[in-house]
């Protein structure tokens, strides 16, 4: 990976609706060179996919938490086991996996307390081999969505 593919990368990030066009004109490049480029990016999966990021406000999920899980056991399968479960949930849309304790942090969206309550009671609790888990409301975001630094 060259500068001009960091470039694009870049650019890409910060708006990914950019035509090659316009993004060929950017980083000086004809547009079939740059198409070229851009099509090496998507295929190395340096450039995994596009998407619209969405406001959780505009759909009516103001409710966010963190919650800090802990399983009852570290083994291959109780870890596979769990981390399929999660991703299954659609109000959780991030979740790591952490070295120590705890052993998974999960970030969820809800309409409010109560639908954090409601989520946590028929489906976090039940998590396959979750021992423990910890929730931290988050009062506030600070700044917009970080993009990955490629330059």
């Known amino acids: 990976m060259d500068a001009l593919d960091r470039e694009i990368l870049s650019l890409m990030q910060e708006d990914g609706r950019l035509s090659v066009t316009d993004l060929a004109s950017q980083v000086g490049l004809s547009l079939s060179a740059c198409h070229r480029r851009l099509k090496e990016l998507e295929t190395t999966g340096a450039i995994q996919r596009y998407r619209a990021v969405i406001s959780p406000k505009a759909v009516g999920l103001d409710f966010e938490t963190i919650v800090f899980i802990t399983l009852d056991r570290s083994d291959v399968h109780a870890i596979g086991e769990f981390e399929e479960a999660v ?3 659609p109000n959780v849309v991030e979740a790591e996996r952490l070295f120590g304790e705890p052993d998974f942090m999960i970030r969820v969206l809800t309409r409010d307390l109560a639908g954090y309550q ?3 009671d028929r489906a976090l609790s039940h998590l396959p081999g979750a021992k423990r888990l910890t929730s931290t409301i988050v009062m506030k975001r600070i ?4 993009t990955v630094p490629v330059r």
């Open 143 to 146: 700044g917009p969505e970080r």
């Open 87 to 89: 991703t299954k949930l």
């Open 118 to 120: 409601e989520l946590y």
